[in-house]
């Protein structure tokens, strides 16, 4: 359905720690110190973005001295949305539920005993990690419940929540600038207007 290759899996080190701070418009974010990455609470400039993925491809790759920055570059996200089929199934986690914190993907195991990744988040206080959910997990029970009668608009916004499930779920908040987030909120936005839209115009008709 989706791929999940690109998420910035956590393997035996750890996931830096997010704060926010001013950074102008051409800086994404900032390597504080070997442990700790400053997310800019200021948005890219226009045409220029700030993308998640980018950002822990960056974190993972940067091997220069703490205080090296990366720059936001033209905006280019692709949104692959959620695909109506067959839900998988025993994919729910085997111990817990989500979001579930962890340090390696053998704390992610699913009932059906194959491993969820273990993928950084944008956290402010922790050095974990989420199990990123599988497309069948529970946490996306209502896209399998409904997925035959979403517009494309409803199918974008779930491959957006399947996809950075586990970006969703972090506390730092100057994360909702980040390209990816910032779609997502945009597309619930939307959707919770046409939802609005759509309860008025029935009431108006009784």
Known sequence: ????????????????????????????????????LMLNDQSCAKGTSCSVLSVYKWWWEETTSSGSTHNCVAANQTIVPAECGIRPTQKDLMSGTHPKNCAVDADCTLEDGSLAPCVCSLRRSSTQGFCQPDPGASPFIVFWQSCETMTSADLDYWGLNMHFYVFLQGDASCANSLEELQSFQLLKEQLVNAALQWSLTISLLL
């Not at 791929?3 to 701070?21: K, N, Q, Y």
């Open 1 to 36: 359905m989706l791929l999940w290759l690109s998420l910035p899996l956590l393997t035996s080190a750890l996931c830096p720690v997010l704060s926010c701070g001013s950074l102008g418009t051409v800086a994404c974010t900032k390597k504080v110190s070997p442990t700790q």
